[in-house]
Every structure is written in C-alpha cells, then in structure tokens.
Nanobody, 122 residues
Framework: QVQLVESGGGLVQDGGSLRLSCAAS????????MAWFKQAPGKEREFVAA????????HYVDSVKGRFTISKDNAKNTVYLQMNSLKPEDTAVYYC???????????????WGQGTQVTVSS
C-alpha cells in the first residue's frame, strides 16, 4: 500500500519560511518523480513544483521560481519543499504526489498524500 505523508505546514508571517516534507512508503521511491501541488479555498488544485526520479532535474510554476526549492532524498524516501519569502497568496493546502514519469507527475500523478495546511498571514 502506497502512503505519502506530508508534514511541516503551519502558520507563518508574510516573508517567512517553511519546509514541507513528504515521507513515502510502499513505493519504489527512487524510481518515481515527485511533485507538490496546492489547493486554496474555492480554487482547483494546481501544480507547484516537481523533481525527477534521480533528483537532478526540477520544474516550477512561474509564481514560485526563485522562492521555492524542491529536493528529493532517495536514501530517506522523502521529498522536501523549501518555501522562502512566503506571501499571503501562497496560503493553501499543499499536497505531495508521486508519478512514474517526470512529465506525467505534473499533471496526472499516480499517488497523492493527504495534504498539509500552509497559512501565510499579512
């Protein structure tokens, strides 16, 4: 059974930082691309960042480039999202996702986590 468990969300002030973690089990983690998505109230879930299976290629939505960094530790079966210079518009539930291809994980992941709330106060 595949499980993706997110942690690290919380309340932070405008300009602050958070690091999200997603621990994976039940999946050959080193063979999967990983991604983060977000869903704000009343909005559809949207792609934020992705990393390939090896961890050496990344892709970001334009709104987070230069502020967020995704990384993958295959030895720990964990993917991270370092979020700096946070803005109120970053407020959302953040979901971890896994996919069998780098391109596919950005649109139709194979597995999803349950999400972690990130709230940025102004």
């Amino acid at each position: 059974q595949v499980q993706l468990v997110e942690s690290g969300g919380g309340l932070v002030q405008d300009g602050g930082s958070l690091r999200l973690s997603c621990a994976a089990s039940g999946v050959a983690f080193s063979r999967y691309a990983m991604a983060w998505f977000k869903q704000a109230p009343g909005k559809e879930r949207e792609f934020v960042a992705a990393v390939n299976w090896h961890g050496d290629s990344t892709h970001y939505v334009d709104s987070v480039k230069g502020r967020f960094t995704i990384s993958k530790d295959n030895a720990k079966n964990t993917v991270y999202l370092q979020m700096n210079s946070l803005k109120p518009e970053d407020t959302a539930v953040y979901y971890c996702a896994a996919g069998s291809s780098f391109g596919g994980v950005t649109t139709f992941p194979d597995y999803w986590g349950q999400g972690t709330q990130v709230t940025v106060s102004s």
